[in-house]
């Protein structure tokens, strides 16, 4: 054995207490460290050393020279894209994730599908969302989404009666997808499922809003006559987490013939608080649903959840048999059948232990909280004249903009908050004028946060 490694298993405990200590360190200055990291212009690259350093010095050596270049992203004041953390139990549970280092497929040598099963089934207990799903884990909403578009293709094609994943996609007439304000994943899907980001074809929004006008979704539907389609709706825009209408949605598919995907990557998770469930109503006609587990569930990163009511069609797109993989067989915990991996890591877990740690009470809680710091700071930005709310606030994101600020003033003001540090925005354009987001998704996030993010920005906002 390599004496650095022989040396390293000899003092591997040692080891992971100095990682223990860095992640404690880590934890206990998020408070206060900089909600991003303001990184040096370049930094070098590393020629490769021919006598490895140990893990200790490398832990070290990455302590010393990159720590302080860590964003505070799982902080309660990061409050761009749209970011989780990971609490307690789901922290936890990834340490955990690679320690047991489970290739989650189904072998029947671990229990780990099995957690994966219980965890999709019980993360879609807390949605609400009807028991013939079925879910599987990927890494974000961007494959949920692939997922979602592959399925969808199959779909289609057999209405061309063409299995799609043996025969391709050759010669049979273009396939539309309708969809209003889709994130912008939904096309990087259909490039991938070789359908075409060209594929989309956009619904316009109802007056002032990012959700679709469903009537002309019907005539589009309707001009289709038999043929099939793909519609893609939006449970939660990143904006202003808007939700395309469901229920109006469900009701066409009494009369035309479409594959409804819809992709709630957080949205979805303002339905853990049962009052919130009806602006998802109609959600059960889905073929296909994504929800990401590391934004508004809290989890690490990388966790999504792709649930679908056609798992023998999943089945069709994602086997992967050989002499010594079975056939596979339309059961749920088919993993490697299921998804675009085959070797997968054992995500599930930190779901797993996160629902069971704070249960229905506890995703609730964290919806309302943030929901009510979103309106807190769209009530501080309201009623300060330099400021101007872009749009009300539905949910967990207020987007607005410095009173009279062009393209220019809008994006310095979102620099002077990164350089800050106090609170990290993103940038964006709603409605085609350039905005700030800030998107509030932290279990940590409290008004005192809210207070400290509104503070900075009027500080900031007169330079
Ligand atoms: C974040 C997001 C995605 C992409 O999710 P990843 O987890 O980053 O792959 C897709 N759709 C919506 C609505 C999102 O908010």
Redesign the pocket.
Known sequence: MYHRLEDDLASFDAILDQARSMAGAYLETLDQRPAAATLPPDLPAIDLPVRGEGASAVLQRFERDYAALLSGSPGPRYFG??TGGGTPASLAADWLVSTYDQNTQRNGDTCASTIELQAVDMLRQLLGWPAAWTGACV???????YVGMALARQWVGHHYDRDIAADGVQGLPAIPVFAGSA????LKALSMAGLGRNAVHTLPPLPGREAFDVSVLEQRLRERGDQPSIVVA?A???NTVDFDDLAAIARLKQRHRFWLHV?????GVAGASEPRRALMAGIEAADSV?V?A??WLNVPY?C?VAYTAHLPLQVEVFQNHSAYLPAPEPLPDHFLHLTPENSRRFRALPLWMGLLAYGREGYADVVERNCEAALYLSELIAADTRFRLAAPVRLNVVCFAPVGADAQAVAALQRAMHRDGTAYLSPSVLHGEPILRAAICNWRTTKHDIDLAFAALQRLVSR
């Open positions: 894209f749209v890494t974000g909403a961007t494959m949920a989404n994130h912008s994943s939904t939006s939660g825009t990143v992709d709630a990557a957080f949205g994504t990401d590391h934004k990388d999504a």
